[in-house]
């Protein structure tokens, strides 16, 4: 069986683009985790849920959904329910609350398992934030990619801009700040670095460079020339 790729690190740091190249080079299944939490999100604020007050309400409506990442258009969309919500779940509003969102246990729970249902057959590129530590903790390959702040920073300024969303890097590294303090400092599943995860500082790589190095260690562990 083809080894899962588990991928953490925080906002900003490449996983996502570099999550989505590697997958594509070597024919693996692609998933966002994020996403997920974003959907729920969004699915909270559409039922008027609010995340300090009706946490178990939250969370028993993430039991309920029924996630399917597909492709459309070339592009890896997430499904809810058999709705597109690639765009909304993309919003300001829904990323900020997705944070708070994630940190309820209830919720944590029922997208771990359905992440781990997803990825029960190996081939599995993953990314997020806990999983190497929570979601694959058995996964063979698994990797940390950090950057800088101000590099975050700047590539979360370009990818707002590629979508007409222009806002000031200094809006853009208060919001950051403010989700990684949230992120590695909840007691749910923090954002940190697995014992066994590879370090990858992005900073002065390009997308092309990371996958590479990604997939020398698919190699590694596979023994296959061609990291599958």
Do not use: W
Not at 4 to 9: L, P
Not at 83 to 110: F, K, M, Q
Request: glycine share 8%; hydrophobic share 40%; proline share 4%.
């Amino acid at each position: 069986m083809r080894p899962n790729i588990a991928i953490d690190g925080p906002a900003g740091a490449g996983k996502s683009s570099v999550a989505r190249g590697l997958a594509q080079r070597l024919g693996y299944t692609y998933i966002d985790t994020g996403a997920m939490y974003r959907a729920v999100a969004y699915r909270a604020l559409q039922a008027g849920l609010d995340v300090n007050t009706d946490p178990e309400a939250i969370a028993e409506l993430a039991g309920r959904l029924r996630f399917e990442f597909r492709e459309v258009d070339g592009a890896r969309h997430l499904f809810v329910d058999g709705e597109d919500v690639e765009g909304p779940i993309r919003t300001r509003e829904v990323g900020n609350l997705s944070s708070p969102v994630s940190a309820i246990p209830g919720v944590r729970r029922h997208l771990v398992a359905a992440q781990q249902r997803m990825a029960r057959n190996g081939g599995c590129v993953m990314e997020g934030r806990d999983i190497g530590t929570v979601v694959l903790p058995d996964a063979k390959v698994k990797v940390f990619l950090t950057a800088s702040a101000a590099v975050r920073a700047r590539r979360r300024q370009l990818q707002l801009a590629q979508r007409g969303i222009h806002r000031s890097l200094e809006e853009i590294l208060r919001d950051q700040k403010e989700r990684d303090e949230r992120d590695s400092n909840r007691s749910i599943a923090p954002l940190r670095q697995a014992d066994d995860a590879v370090l990858i500082d992005t900073d002065n790589m390009t997308e092309d460079q990371v996958i590479e190095a990604i997939i020398a260690l698919v190699r590694k562990v596979t023994g296959d020339a061609q990291g599958a």
